[in-house]
């Protein structure tokens, strides 16, 4: 058999499952087209159907076909002629693109062949397979989606919604759960892509919930305030808190708000000598506990440079909404790639920053695709995009990086069989 047609053997079967996961990536950038349109103007997400929102005439299946539909009408309304957005067929492309390159970054046989693949993503996919790491893969590629609808979101209107990234965390939660549940060999321990966690971890993780339960309920019945309750009415309709005089003081509203789930991981800390656990937990607490230290570290640390950053300058340090963001990345990724993201999401905004200065015209006239300021969600949505396709060239520039990157063995104390 020569090179070519064994190469050809080896990548067939992920070619194909990449097709179809290119068709499903371009549904879902369809979908995030309607959420990222849809959320900022306070509509359904479900209902009505799609329609143009010049005119408001309801497309067709055909029109509705995600890219094809857009190429098929030649980008303008069949009903009014007027031109649709070529942003639709592009966002659309880009997700179909993102799930492509996921499938074959994870499923390629790079355990055969070497490539970028076999360092850029653990080698646990590809040995694991599909049908047997499916409920992972659908965290992945919902996570993806889920930041590049708060991309847009935030770019358009500098606001996330803060359900986007509640969604994304609670299929993090389920999936990696469900993939517990999923067939693993004995040879796969300590390769799984996000930190397994112990019973100790597990039961701090769940005590945090618990409190932050707590605080929500206390939130909802005005047992605490919310913190900035009074921006609008100091700032004003389409003020940027420069002349906001509070900011320091609702820090310490926030803070109150946090003291239950600290105080709830603590005390639960000593649950699991009461029960005598101790070590590895079974793997679908394992992977459950994994994904919430994840979240809790990802949204931990963003809001702790929030509250550290406000007392310093006075003024709101970074947003809430950036707060949920990098915790569903935690939650889908882990923690180390959460901590490696916030790291990372710097160099976004000082390259972008550099970009508006060199094709972004003269200052205070700023105009064009990079002139355009952008909040720090995008960076931060930027950021964990490119470490998960661009891991060796990230994990090699420094110590710190390389250390987080690598995953700590966890030995689950489960028999798995292939």
């Not at 069949?78 to 966002?91: A, D, E, M, N």
């Not at 659908?138 to 889920?146: K, Y």
């Not at 200065?357 to 064009?368: C, L, N, Q, V």
Request: one cysteine or more; charged letters at 10%.
């Amino acid at each position: 058999m020569s090179d070519f047609s064994l190469m050809f053997s080896l990548w067939l079967p992920a070619l194909i499952g990449g097709a179809f996961a290119f068709a499903f990536g371009a549904c879902a950038g369809s979908f995030i087209n309607v959420v990222a349109w849809r959320l900022p103007n306070g509509e359904s997400i479900v209902s009505p159907p799609s329609r143009c929102p010049k005119c408001g005439h309801k497309l067709g299946w055909r029109e509705n076909l995600p890219i094809i539909g857009w190429l098929m009408l030649a980008g303008k309304c069949k009903s009014c002629k007027l031109p649709i957005s070529i942003r639709y067929p592009c966002v659309e492309l880009l997700v179909a693109c993102i799930f492509l390159a996921t499938f074959v970054l994870f499923y390629g046989p790079f355990d055969r062949v070497e490539g970028w693949g076999l360092h850029a993503a653990s080698p646990w996919w590809h040995l694991q397979g599909f049908s047997r790491s499916w409920s992972a893969f659908i965290v992945i590629v919902f996570a993806l989606s889920g930041l590049l609808a708060m991309t847009l979101m935030d770019a358009d209107t500098m606001t996330i919604d803060i359900g986007i990234p509640s969604v994304v965390s609670a299929v993090a939660f389920v999936g990696w759960t469900v993939q517990g549940f999923l067939p693993e060999s004995r040879s796969l321990r300590g390769l799984v892509p996000i930190d397994p966690a112990t019973w100790e971890v597990g039961f701090a993780c769940f005590g945090l919930m618990v409190g932050l339960g707590v605080s929500l309920w206390l939130l909802k019945t005005g047992r605490l305030r919310r913190s900035f309750a009074d921006w609008h009415e100091v700032v004003g309709e389409g003020g940027d808190g420069a002349n906001y005089p509070n900011s320091r003081r609702e820090m310490l509203a926030e803070l109150a708000f946090l003291a239950p789930p600290i105080a709830g991981a603590g005390l639960a800390c000593f649950l699991p000598s009461l029960f005598n656990l101790h070590g590895a937990a079974c793997q679908p607490v394992a992977l459950l506990g994994g994904a919430l230290l994840g979240w809790i570290v990802g949204g931990g640390i963003v809001w702790l440079v929030r509250i550290l950053g406000t007392f310093a300058f006075g003024r709101e340090a970074m947003g809430l909404g950036d707060v949920h963001l990098l915790a569903a990345v935690g939650a889908a990724f882990g923690w180390r790639f959460a901590l490696l993201t916030f790291f990372i999401a710097p160099f976004s905004g000082l390259t972008w920053s550099l970009l508006g200065k060199i094709f972004g015209g003269k200052e205070g006239m700023r105009s064009g695709f990079f002139g355009k300021e952008l909040p720090y969600g995008p960076h931060l949505a930027l950021a964990a995009m490119i470490l998960l396709f661009a891991r060796p060239a990230i994990v090699n520039v420094g110590v710190l990086f390389e250390m987080l990157a690598s995953p700590v063995a966890v030995n689950i104390p489960v028999e798995r069989a292939h």
